[in-house]
Each structure stands twice: as C-alpha cells, then as structure tokens.
Antibody, heavy 119, light 107 residues
Framework: QIQLVQSGPELKKPGESVKISCKASGYTFTDYAMHWVKQAPGKGLKWMGWINTYTGKPTYADDFKGRFVFSLEASASTANLQISNLKNEDTATYFC????????????WGQGVMVTVSS | DIQMTQSPASLSASLGETVTIQCRASEDIYSGLAWYQQKPGKSPQLLIYGASSLQDGVPSRFSGSGSGTQYSLKISSMQTEDEGVYFCQQGLKYPLTFGSGTKLEIK
C-alpha cells in the first residue's frame, strides 16, 4: 500500500537548522511530485512548494524562498525538507504530500513532523 | 494569488443531519478543487477531487459540487466519525491555496 513516512519530532533553538525526511513506498517515486505543507499550531494549511521527483527541480512559494530547501534521495525514494536559521514562527507541523493530476491535489500525506523552535 | 474563502468557520450538526460547507475562489478555478478532512493530530485526508469526484474509499454520503468560483461539500447524513476540520484547496494555479477550514462537530 502507498505510504509516506516522515521522520520524528524535532526541538531546536533559534538559528539552528533542521532536516525532515519523507520516505515513500508502494509506488514509483519518480512518477509523482512531492509537495510540502506547513500547519502552525491551531492554524490552517499553507503550501510551501514542491519538488519534481524526476528532475529534482524544486519550486518554492514566495514565503518559503531563502531558508527552505527541498531535496531528494531518489535511490531511497525519499524527499527532504531542510530549514536553516530557524525562527520561532517556524514552529509548526510539516507535511509531505503526493501531488496528482493536472490540478495539483494531494492524495497521500505523510503523518507530519512537529518542529518546535524555542530558546 | 487565488484566495479561497470558506464558510462557515464552524458548524455543529446532529447525527443524520445534512451538512453543507461552502468554498468561494477569487477567480474561476475550472473545477480544480479538492476537499480534505483532518482529524486532531492527523494528516488531512482527500475526500473529493476535481470538485465532484469521490476519492476511493470515501463514504458515498460525501459529495462535492460547483463550478467557476463557487463550490460546496455536502455530507448527506452526519455520522460521529465525520467530526473534524474540512479544508478546500485549489490546484489550478501556483501558489496552491487552501481555505481557512470549517470545524464540524456533533451537536
């Protein structure tokens, strides 16, 4: 069955970096885009961008340009999100989600990774 | 950016009641719309795609409709397990955008 399994929760200090992984199984990894979505505590969903799993090209939403990097370990069917120079406002749950269709919708989601940034 | 305005923000319904949630896009999204259900501490689950197509495994009491800028999600007979937060999302243009969510509770 199709699964996206993400890494575990993270507690970081402001200014540190974090790398979150998303391991896909049950389908051909390079056939589908991988998207990243942020959910701050008690808030809604915000799309961060996506990575073309065939070419490795990332695309970032405007609010996520600069400190955020999407990458792949295609041989391991894994997508990664790295956030550098962490700020308090980065405290959130980060989801990976498989993108489908001409209209980019998400049919499978990872379980989410809670990143807490606190001094 | 396409703005997605969702209403109501919260809703309580009795078991067996029909529930409707609305989503309005700031421009025509040509049915490029999905609905998701999220339960506390869980990831969102796709319910409806293409505005009206039911995702595999989703109960038939869920249905979606609409076109242009106006869309709706209907739950024809509210069940206990339908409690959660519902989000709409447009997939037509980047950046992809979500509605602010509707919290649905049992009355």
């Amino acid at each position: 069955q199709i699964q996206l399994v993400q890494s575990g929760p993270e507690l970081k200090k402001p200014g540190e970096s974090v790398k979150i992984s998303c391991k896909a199984s049950g389908y051909t990894f390079t056939d589908y885009a991988m998207h990243w979505v942020k959910q701050a505590p008690g808030k809604g969903l915000k799309w961060m961008g996506w990575i073309n799993t065939y070419t490795g090209k990332p695309t970032y939403a405007d609010d996520f340009k600069g400190r955020f990097v999407f990458s792949l370990e295609a041989s391991a069917s894994t997508a990664n999100l790295q956030i550098s120079n962490l700020k308090n406002e980065d405290t959130a749950t980060y989801f990976c989600a498989r993108g489908i269709g001409i209209a980019a919708l998400f049919d499978y989601w990872g379980q989410g990774v809670m990143v807490t940034v606190s001094s | 950016d396409i703005q997605m305005t969702q209403s109501p923000a919260s809703l309580s319904a009795s078991l067996g009641e029909t529930v409707t949630i609305q989503c309005r896009a700031s421009e025509d999204i040509y049915s490029g719309l999905a609905w998701y259900q999220q339960k506390p501490g869980k990831s969102p689950q796709l319910l409806i795609y293409g505005a009206s197509s039911l995702q595999d495994g989703v109960p038939s009491r869920f249905s979606g409709s609409g076109s242009g800028t106006q869309y709706s999600l209907k739950i024809s007979s509210m069940q206990t397990e339908d409690e959660g937060v519902y989000f709409c999302q447009q997939g037509l243009k980047y950046p992809l955008t979500f509605g602010s969510g509707t919290k649905l509770e049992i009355k």
